[in-house]
């Protein structure tokens, strides 16, 4: 049986994608598969790879006649897959197939769970990271069954976010039942992902759509950032307004909202929040009193700049975009202050049930290194069942 199918979505970054499967393929696990959707100008250099790897865990989706959007090429995966279980991840990212033994552990533990995720890593590739970084991951290692309720709030009301919504449930970085997959597709449309904005358009119809969500404190994937992904351009204004570009011009439908004026270049809150007020005003979704908790967003967008030049600048265009909105009355709750100190040292060590230290830790070179090096850190995937037995 195939558990999990690992879908991998990737355009003209081939070599992250080869790291990241040729790590994945070292499993003795064979309940997995990976699923590559290429999506590159060359189809040479995967199908070789593949080719040479000759493993029947291992499948390719070709790229099509003309490049596609993301979501069109996100879209042809859920079709090809062989899983149980499904979870995307980025080119740059690592995902452990030991996933399969928490997806059995939980299901064997809980059989109505459709959406499972799991604690956040990350990792800034070398090559993208000129100065010393520090990087945290959780080291609680607890199953917890998350309500609906309190997704719907952390999502669609913004209900403790930092600079985005704190709902961790859907499809990338995390898994979902495949069942769950086609209820979403019919409820929406008929397609699996609409938006630019994939991620967030998964999380918004998990939130809606699944059974029950369980979340496990332990990271099983690593969130990869290389110089040419698109995380690169919330730490670089030009480079992301480049990406913005691109998207705009991979897309004929409009990435923005109606009547929200927020710019989607101002910055990762304005972005994901035309996803969910795109998603809102399509299925008729009418809510209040998310607001306050959406403009406290854009003040921490802005409190996360290390540069003073861009953090007035941010500052500026989100107190615009407020005013224009809801008029001069809502600036009272946007009160953004630039923290930024390089003159303190950033904190290593344990606090608050993260492990604070050195991004260069062990001279990780990539995203499944990095992996290699934090899961001996943590909690053995192995030995859940056993920690739930007792």
């Not at 990737?10 to 393929?25: E, F, G, K, P, S």
């Not at 990087?135 to 998350?146: A, K």
């Not at 351009?233 to 998207?247: H, P, Q, S």
Request: proline fraction near 5%; hydrophobic fraction near 40%; include cysteine.
């Amino acid at each position: 049986m195939t558990r999990l199918t690992i879908c991998i979505p990737t355009r003209n970054r081939q070599t992250y994608a080869m790291d990241a499967v040729r790590h994945m393929l070292a499993s003795t696990r064979q309940d997995f598969e990976i699923l590559v959707a290429d999506n590159s100008d060359d189809a040479a250099p995967l199908a070789s790879f593949v080719a040479d790897c000759n493993d029947s865990r291992l499948r390719l989706l070709p790229p099509e006649s003309k490049p596609l959007s993301m979501q069109d090429n996100w879209e042809r995966m859920p079709q090809h897959a062989r899983g149980e279980w499904l979870s995307i991840i980025g080119d740059d990212d690592y995902l452990d197939p030991e996933l399969c033994e928490a997806l059995r552990v939980t299901t064997e533990r809980v059989p109505k769970a459709d959406a499972f995720t799991w604690g956040r890593s990350y990792f800034v590739w070398p090559e993208a990271r000129p100065h010393r970084e520090i990087t945290r991951i959780p080291t609680g290692s607890h199953l917890i069954h998350m309500e609906k309720k309190e997704l719907m709030r952390k999502m669609f009301f913004w209900e403790d976010a930092k600079d985005r919504p704190a709902c961790p449930f859907g499809i990338y970085h995390g898994a979902l039942k495949k069942e769950l997959l086609d209820r979403i597709r019919d409820a929406f449309s008929n397609r699996y992902f609409e938006q630019a904005n994939v991620d967030y358009d998964s999380i918004c119809k998990t939130v809606m759509m699944a059974d029950l969500c369980i979340y496990w404190e332990r990271p099983l994937s690593v969130f990869g950032a290389c110089k040419a992904s698109n995380t690169a351009g919330l730490r670089d204004t030009a480079v992301g307004r480049e990406r913005i570009k691109t998207v705009r011009q991979e897309n004929e439908a409009a990435l923005e909202a109606d009547d929200f004026p927020f710019p989607i270049e101002l910055g990762i809150t304005a972005s994901v929040a035309h996803t969910i007020e795109c998603f809102k005003q399509r299925y008729g979704i009418d809510l209040n009193g998310w607001q306050e908790g959406f403009i406290k967003a854009c003040a921490a967008d802005c409190e996360s700049q290390n540069d003073r030049a861009r953090f007035e600048e941010k500052k500026a265009g989100y107190a615009a975009a407020i005013k224009d909105w809801r008029g001069a009355q809502a600036l009272k709750q946007f009160n953004p202050t630039y923290k930024h100190r390089p003159d303190v040292p950033k904190f290593m060590g344990h606090a608050e049930g993260h492990l604070n230290f050195d991004m260069g830790i062990g001279n990780a070179q990539t995203a499944a290194e990095f992996y290699n090096l934090i899961d001996g850190m943590l909690f053995p995937v192995r030995l859940l069942q056993s920690r739930l037995a007792d």
